[in-house]
């Protein structure tokens, strides 16, 4: 027998174990069945799993066990990202804090610091294992995969030769995003905008007036730019020159007619600092005007500053202002001018562009070659969605991706930072010239030195999909080129392309855009892969998890944080997979708080009760559940019997097709309704007088079945004690098949009539304030189910607590009765002998003249402005929800009164 209460703390571990040494997790490249493929997007090697982690793991593994048990060879690829930025600057961040290291760069040399953070990574992935683990993640831990293993290095090497060799990757002069805090660029996806009010300053300049929040950027700007139809300055034209006084002096200004300015915007005259600003930039390179750098890469301003060289911005800009007003340039202040500061996401400095010689991938060159088809990276990754060789769910993000790409510029791949896969270029100075060795390895001979910079993050990682699947023990072998190693993988042919990509929204363009990008890229020239693979069939996106009051979960404030791993350790992994899922649709932003975990951890433990009960009549039948095999036949079935297998019927149909479809969320609150409601609430409890344990148990099995991609570890532990004497373990377990001729619509429909008939009985009941132990008497006029309440006394008298039933096919008018009008039958309560009336309806006029009174009071108090404005608002809201709780209170007295009447 089953012990009394579930314990996840005893039991998880205990299966999780259990599992991966059977082998089930782990996929065989050379079988016959069709395939699934997963790659769990990997968690940065910084040691600790959030919720965001936890919610895609649950959704992955609900996918995983699915598709195992529908008979498919299931691999789902684990394993970390090496997160260049974040894990250096972390680890960084540590060794100044335990170590007291006050520039770990300088103090260690490059060497050493890739060292401490190659220690600290080993002992992170191996946290970062057991955490998945604890989520009953299903996935084949002997493939398990890392961003800096050997293979991907080789991978990401021989993908970056051959995309220079095809004139994609470049190395050029182009602005970038530049962090000074951390001292590296960073990718436009790697930035986050936060909304500051500052001040807005317009300046005289010359003849003309120009508006700008950054003053300090502004010395070196000798070009004023106008659009060449605005009317108001048709005097000027495009190249005239003038003499302007300005911060440091005068200065020789040209005028510059571009489409760029925006005649709606300030003076519609402006002058442009190409060195600082992407739009700036560009348009200097359209008029091949000067760029001259003005900040350092350091955030302070440079020796073309003047008397504020070497400040910081924050330093110097009210004092550049004072100077431009004592020079009387100063035309006026704006004092609440709201615009968007770009901040790096990772070290949340405030990002300032800057041109540096950078390596760039160029997404508008024609050059790639897909499906016959010579195209651009940027119309490649456009094609494959149009074409619907990838989906995305929800679909609304379509729109999001297409804009994305449409305003896609060259990649800067470069970053200035030693922890990540180093950029495979080597230079040698020889007699005055410099030579250049783009390759896979390093070449051979003396005196080369290799690229300092690194490649972004997101360069391997957009390799992720197929570079996990290439023979670990081919890498080796230099001589095989890129194409062949994929070929000449098992895993990849089998496997590849993976079947869903599930991921948050928030890396849509971080990173699933660029998996599109590389493995059509790499793909598109091969004819064994149909000209071009895509990495994945489908994209899942799901939303963020937040707080019970919609804020985003930060680690600045940790009261919004909910730890996943503390959350198992109280409820269970069951639980928590749960609260996550049930509830969440693609797309969209979810809450989740303790006491919806908690909900669960309630569902988990009536599912175990249930259990119990199925077992305890099995025992009472001296009936082993292992040897029970088949059905009753259906005459020796009873109405209940069979309205829950036609029930359990529909309910397999809606689950195989909704987890198909991804409805996983639908899925869920179905299974969750059927178990709690159908079967717990109504069919356990018919089954207290006669329970047919042949049914109890088949039905038993199927919930266990199709919850188990839900709640693994709770539905593997009762499978143990319900399952046939030949099953093995859940996970193995086939997925059911619907049988039709299970079905019995009529059954299921008779017993719907039943049980409203019991449920209005039961309102009536609490309607009418009576005592729960307290017997009543009920009259049941119905012409349609005469003969199914006649063949069914026993039940409504037993869950009704009915002392006296009377069925009749005729209505007549009784008195003193509260009354219940269903479809086709009208249910009488009796109300003789259990309330005095009167004496009732007079207690309700009191309380609700009383109640009356107390609503007008608040209502007059929230009309009351002096009170709403000078109140605290805790108090404002205190006295609103008095108001609705009265308003409710007065509903239910308006209903008890009509009952009564």
Not at 568 to 586: C, E, F, H, N, T
Request: aromatic share 10%.
């Amino acid at each position: 027998m089953l012990s009394k209460a579930y314990d996840p703390k005893a039991t998880e571990d205990r299966i999780y174990k259990m599992w991966e040494e059977s082998g089930a997790f782990t996929a065989n490249a050379k079988s016959e069945k069709e395939s699934f493929t997963i790659s769990m997007p990997p968690p940065n090697a910084t040691g600790q799993l959030h919720l965001g982690h936890a919610v895609m793991l649950a959704l992955q593994d609900i996918f995983a066990r699915f598709q195992r048990m529908k008979g498919k060879e299931v691999l789902w690829v684990p394993g970390t990202d090496h997160a260049a930025i974040a894990t250096e600057s972390f680890v960084i961040k540590k060794l100044q804090k335990e170590k007291k290291m006050k520039d770990p760069r300088a103090q260690l040399g490059r060497e050493a610091l890739i060292g401490e953070i190659k220690d600290f990574v080993e002992a992170s992935k191996s946290m970062i294992r057991g955490q998945v683990r604890k989520m009953g993640s299903s996935c084949d831990w002997s493939r398990e995969r890392y961003t800096m293993d050997p293979t991907l290095n080789r991978c990401v090497n021989e993908v970056f030769v051959s995309m220079y060799r095809d004139g994609l990757i470049y190395r050029g002069h182009r602005i970038v995003n530049w962090d000074p805090k951390l001292q590296t660029t960073v990718s436009d996806d790697e930035i986050e905008y936060e909304e500051r009010t500052e001040q807005f300053y317009t300046f005289k300049y010359g003849p003309f007036e120009i508006s700008t929040s950054r003053p300090e950027t502004k010395f070196g700007d000798k070009y004023v730019v106008m659009h060449p139809d605005d009317k108001r300055y048709t005097k000027y034209v495009h190249g005239q020159k003038m003499i302007v006084e300005w911060i440091n002096g005068p200065i020789e200004a040209t005028v510059i007619k571009d489409k760029a300015a925006d005649p709606e915007f300030g003076t519609g005259v402006m002058t442009i600092t190409p060195w600082h600003d992407h739009v700036d930039f560009e348009l200097a390179e359209r008029h091949k005007l000067e760029k001259q750098q003005i900040i350092g890469f350091d955030g302070k301003l440079l020796p073309i500053a003047g008397e504020f060289s070497g400040m910081s911005i924050e330093d110097a800009r009210p004092k550049i202002v004072e100077k431009l007003k004592s020079k009387g340039l100063l035309v006026g202040i704006k004092e609440d001018y709201v615009h968007n500061v770009a901040l790096s996401q990772r070290g949340k400095g405030m990002i300032e562009p800057q041109i540096k010689e950078q390596w760039f991938i160029d997404v508008n060159k024609r050059v790639v070659k897909w499906k016959r088809k010579e195209l651009s990276l940027k119309e490649v990754m456009q094609e494959v969605v149009k074409s619907r060789l990838i989906t995305i769910i929800p679909d609304r993000f379509e729109k999001t991706y297409f804009h994305w790409i449409d305003n896609l510029r060259d990649w800067c791949i470069s970053r200035q930072i030693w922890w990540g896969h180093r950029i495979p270029v080597w230079y040698k100075d020889d007699r005055g010239t410099r030579d250049t060795h783009v390759g896979v390895q390093p070449p051979s001979g003396s005196g080369w030195e290799q690229d300092p910079d690194t490649l972004d993050t997101w360069f391997s990682s957009a390799l992720w999909t197929w570079s996990t699947l290439i023979d670990p023990d081919l890498a080796d072998e230099y001589a095989l080129p890129l194409s062949e190693l994929l070929l000449k993988s098992p895993d990849f042919l089998k496997f590849h392309p993976t079947d869903v990509m599930e991921t948050g929204y928030d890396i849509l363009f971080f990173w699933v855009a660029r998996m599109i990008l590389m493995t059509t890229y790499v793909t598109g020239s091969m004819p064994e892969l149909e000209y071009g693979q895509v990495p994945f069939d489908t994209v899942y996106l799901h939303g963020l998890i937040r707080t019970r009051d919609g804020r985003k979960m930060s680690k600045s404030d940790p009261d919004t944080m909910i730890d996943p791993l503390d959350m198992i350790q109280k409820y269970g992994a069951d639980a928590l997979r749960l609260s996550m899922i049930v509830g969440q649709s693609p797309g969209n932003d979810s809450r989740l708080y303790e006491e919806k975990i908690a909900g669960y951890r309630n569902f988990v433990n009536k599912l175990w009760n249930a259990s119990r009960f199925a077992l305890m009549k099995c025992e009472e039948a001296k009936t082993d559940p292992s040897t029970i095999t088949s059905l009753p036949h259906a005459k020796d079935l009873s109405l209940a019997d069979r309205a829950l297998l036609h029930a359990l019927e529909v309910l397999i149909e809606d689950v195989t097709d909704g987890l198909a479809k991804y409805h996983l969320s639908e899925v869920g609150e179905r299974i969750y309704a059927f178990v709690w409601e159908y079967f717990c609430d109504w069919y356990l409890e018919l089954s207290k007088g006669t329970a047919n344990v042949a049914v109890l148990v088949h039905v038993l099995r199927k919930i266990l079945v199709l919850l188990h991609p839900y709640c693994p570890f709770v539905t593997e532990e009762l499978w143990a004690s319900v399952k046939a004497s030949d099953a093995g373990m859940l996970l193995k377990n086939p997925w059911p098949n619907p049988k039709a001729e299970r079905k019995d619509p009529e059954a299921f429909a008779q017993l719907q009539v039943l049980i409203d008939v019991i449920t209005a009985i039961r309102r009536l009941r609490s309607e009418q304030g009576i005592e729960p132990g307290k017997e009543v008497s009920v009259t049941i006029f119905s012409k349609d189910h005469t003969a199914l309440f006649d063949s069914q006394p026993e039940h409504i008298r037993r869950l009704g607590k009915v002392g006296s039933l009377t069925l009749s096919n005729k209505s007549e008018k009784l008195t003193n009765t509260a009354v219940a009008i269903l479809s086709g039958a009208e249910v009488h309560l009796s109300l003789e002998g259990l309330i005095d009336v009167a004496a009732e309806l007079k207690k309700l006029h009191a309380e609700h003249a009383d109640l009356t009174r107390y609503l007008g009071s608040i209502e007059k108090k929230l009309q009351d402005k002096s009170f709403t404005d000078k109140a605290p608002p805790k108090v404002v809201e205190m006295e609103k929800k008095k108001m609705e709780e009265t308003k409710e209170k007065l509903k239910k007295i308006d209903e008890r009164l009509k009952s009564l009447s």
